[in-house]
């Protein structure tokens, strides 16, 4: 007889990675329950079967004891994400809050409930902004350049602490920018302008950018699950990387629209992003960030089963069928 499957509490499931994950756990057979900051619609229309328990803000305070109750396993994407903009009065405190002090007090409070392990979804950033001809891999000194990156890379410390303290087998991702149907941010605004046929000044870049598609991040989440790995962290990505003109015309070939790609010198469009307050979005458009996934490969016997191609002309078409809709309701 098989062992049962573990039960899964994810947080941040009402997120874009949360809501996909929580749904094919629920698929799998796996009893899931999804923390949320307060009720989601949008998550008992998706996955009908998952248990919402709201817990409020994420933070040193947050009460997990209803979330964890049963629970044997915790997925933890919840986070204070990257901000381009940062209103926050001290942005290094607030990352803190929640993805430091925030991520200790779940695993305290999961290894006390009884939850044997915990999953953390880290970032990429833990190694930093960008690669010149080596791409990152676990064993790089970490090199976070911004207080996101920092956040994370602290809470890795910290949950390593909390595990060597409690038992809790504690394992973690880094993955680079996760694209898929429902997109939000700078892939989101590239998607708008490919769709609306604006000329973009990219012809001339010749980078090279690791990312990785929404189904394949949680195939390897579910990997991780069936080969506890405790205290390992797996850079994972699509394995295939791509220039930014080969990113839009990938994006252009799901809407169906022409990629109207023009030569452009990458260092003007460096000087025009710092003149326009766009460094950083400039930089990720003209720079490389590489990764090397070979070590899940090797230790845990995932490969990503999406191709970034086919992964983005499937993003690029949910967009415009959701900008279809839109504009159906408008009328």
């Not at 799901?254 to 030569?263: V, Y």
Request: positive net charge.
């Amino acid at each position: 007889m098989s062992a049962p499957l573990p039960s899964v509490l994810v947080t941040g499931a009402g997120g874009f990675v949360g809501l996909r994950l929580c749904a094919r756990l629920a698929a799998a057979g796996h009893t899931v329950r999804a923390a949320v900051r307060r009720e989601s619609a949008g998550l008992a229309a998706i996955a009908p079967a998952v248990d919402v328990v709201p817990v409020g803000d994420i933070g040193p305070d947050t009460d997990w004891r209803a979330a964890l109750d049963g629970m044997d396993l915790v997925v933890h994407l919840a986070a204070r994400a990257h901000v381009m903009r940062d209103s926050a009065a001290d942005p290094l405190a607030a990352y803190r809050r929640i993805n430091v002090a925030g991520s200790v007090r779940l695993a305290r409070a999961a290894a006390a409930a009884g939850a044997s392990r915990l999953i953390y979804m880290s970032s990429i950033k833990v190694n930093g902004e960008a690669t010149a001809g080596t791409p990152f891999c676990e064993s790089d000194a970490p090199a976070p350049l911004d207080a996101y990156g920092r956040s994370k890379w602290e809470a890795e410390q910290a949950l390593r602490s909390v595990a060597a303290q409690t038992g809790l087998a504690v394992s973690a991702l880094r993955p680079p920018m996760i694209y898929g149907p429902g997109v939000k941010g700078n892939l989101a605004r590239l998607l708008q302008w490919i769709a609306r046929g604006l000329p973009l000044p990219f012809a001339s870049i010749a980078n090279r950018r690791s990312l990785i598609y929404l189904e394949n991040l949680i195939d390897a989440t579910l990997a991780l699950m069936r080969h506890p790995a405790p205290g390992k962290i797996y850079l994972v990505s699509d394995a295939h990387d791509l220039s930014t003109p080969q990113l839009v015309r990938a994006l252009a070939r799901g809407l169906d629209r022409p990629a109207r790609l023009l030569p452009f010198p990458p260092s003007l469009l460096r000087l025009a992003g710092s003149c326009a307050g766009q460094r950083d979005a400039v930089a990720r458009l003209v720079g490389s960030l590489q990764i090397d996934a070979s070590r899940i490969a090797a230790e845990l016997g995932w490969r990503p089963a999406h191709d970034p191609e086919q992964g983005l002309v499937l993003t690029a078409r949910a967009h415009a069928e959701r900008a279809g809709r839109a504009v159906e309701l408008r009328q």
